[in-house]
Nanobody
Framework: QVQLVESGGGLVQPGGSLRLSCAAS????????MGWYRQAPEKERELVAT???????DYADSVKGRFTISRDNSKNSVYLQMNSLKPEDTAVYYC??????????????WGQGTQVTVSS
């Protein structure tokens, strides 16, 4: 029932910026934690940033000070502002959300991913 759709990826030069967006749609009772993960070629998927419904945030050490996660709960959306991008940030970025489809039914959902490439 629930779908997450990412957008905003692309090609950017080192030091540049991108803003990723993710919108959740479908039948939802409540959205809990939302966040971003990424997976580079030949590497495991890793957490980038998360944000709870209460606005608590967590970031991977590698992106602290450069990336900012935000939410717009009225739009069921989460965003990732990425500044000072580095080649090692190149990866497919996936939106993730913990969603209650009713008061007691909880599930973790993933978007299809959006490619971010940082290269000169």
């Amino acid at each position: 029932q629930v779908q997450l759709v990412e957008s905003g990826g692309g090609l950017v030069q080192p030091g540049g910026s991108l803003r990723l967006s993710c919108a959740a749609s479908g039948s939802m009772f409540r959205i809990g934690v939302m966040g971003w993960y990424r997976q580079a070629p030949e590497k495991e998927r890793e957490l980038v940033a998360t944000m709870t419904s209460g606005a608590y945030t967590d970031y991977a050490d590698s992106v602290k000070g450069r990336f900012t996660i935000s939410r717009d709960n009225s739009k069921n959306s989460v965003y990732l502002q990425m500044n000072s991008l580095k080649p090692e940030d190149t990866a497919v970025y996936y939106c993730n959300a913990g969603i209650y489809t009713n008061q007691f039914r909880y599930g973790t959902y993933w978007g299809q991913g959006t490619q971010v490439t940082v290269s000169s």
